[in-house]
């Protein structure tokens, strides 16, 4: 069964860091991009970085300098590393990874909810 999942979320407070996961079964993430994205309540998800399948990076500019994405291929992890948390990057994190042969099949995992507050 493929799944993706993500964990890693919590409470902490402004100027803290946390570290959230995104996991995948049935494939694996060294062949295709994973995206991640947030979403505050009320609000539509915005997309806030990529890894691709050779480790490249991107971010908006809402959390350049403060998240980094990395990738354990051999673990099939991909990680967010979280710093210098505002409470504005309140919201639910979730990871889209792409598989298939042209990479245009895209699994979302269920969140992890990350509360930036004092």
């Avoid at 959230?20 to 060294?30: I, P, Q, V, W």
Wanted: charged share 20%; proline share 3%.
């Amino acid at each position: 069964q493929v799944q993706v999942a993500e964990s890693g979320g919590g409470l902490v407070q402004p100027g803290g860091s946390l570290k959230l996961s995104c996991t995948a079964s049935g494939f694996a993430f060294n062949k295709c991009r994973v995206e991640w994205y947030r979403q505050a309540t009320g609000k539509q998800p915005d997309w806030i970085s990529v890894i691709t399948n050779d480790g490249r990076t991107g971010y908006h500019d809402s959390v350049k300098g403060r998240f980094t994405a990395s990738k354990d291929s051999a673990d099939n992890i991909v990680y967010l590393q979280m710093s210098s948390l505002k409470p504005e990057d309140t919201a639910v994190y979730s990871c889209r990874a792409y598989t298939g042969f042209s990479c245009d099949v895209e699994y979302w995992g269920p969140g992890t909810e990350v509360v930036v507050s004092s």
